[in-house]
Nanobody
Framework: VQLVESGGGSVQAGGSLRLSCQYSGLTYRSYCLGWFRQAPGKVREGVAAIDSDGDASYVESVKGRFTISNDNAKNTLYLQMNSLKPEDSDMYYC?????????????????WGQGTQVTVSS
């Protein structure tokens, strides 16, 4: 599985960004796609995930602000991020793997993109 993120950048607090992740080689019948973020020296955090049935899960801190979606026809995963806060600043990664129920646990995912940087200024 190959994944390539794009869409990161710098934005002021309260602004919006949409991250995209183009993926290929995802042939599992049941799979999860997720967005994660990590700052240098910190543990990678699951932000949102969606499974092959379309069920989604979000970390509490982004509920109501971020929306994950998957366009199967385009093989593209999205993360719409609204009402951004400075604490959302991180490197964002997309990931994919076989799963049996949507999960944001990073250890489940064995396929990762290279990341895209999001910086939110106050």
């Amino acid at each position: 599985v190959q994944l390539v993120e794009s869409g990161g950048g710098s934005v002021q607090a309260g602004g919006s960004l949409r991250l995209s992740c183009q993926y290929s080689g995802l042939t599992y019948r049941s799979y999860c796609l997720g967005w994660f973020r990590q700052a240098p020296g910190k543990v990678r955090e699951g932000v949102a995930a969606i499974d092959s049935d379309g069920d989604a899960s979000y970390v509490e801190s982004v509920k109501g602000r971020f929306t994950i979606s998957n366009d199967n026809a385009k093989n593209t995963l999205y993360l719409q991020m609204n009402s951004l806060k400075p604490e959302d600043s991180d490197m964002y990664y997309c990931a994919a793997d076989r799963c049996y129920g949507v999960t944001t646990l990073a250890g489940i995912y064995g396929n990762w993109g290279q990341g895209t940087q999001v910086t939110v200024s106050s």
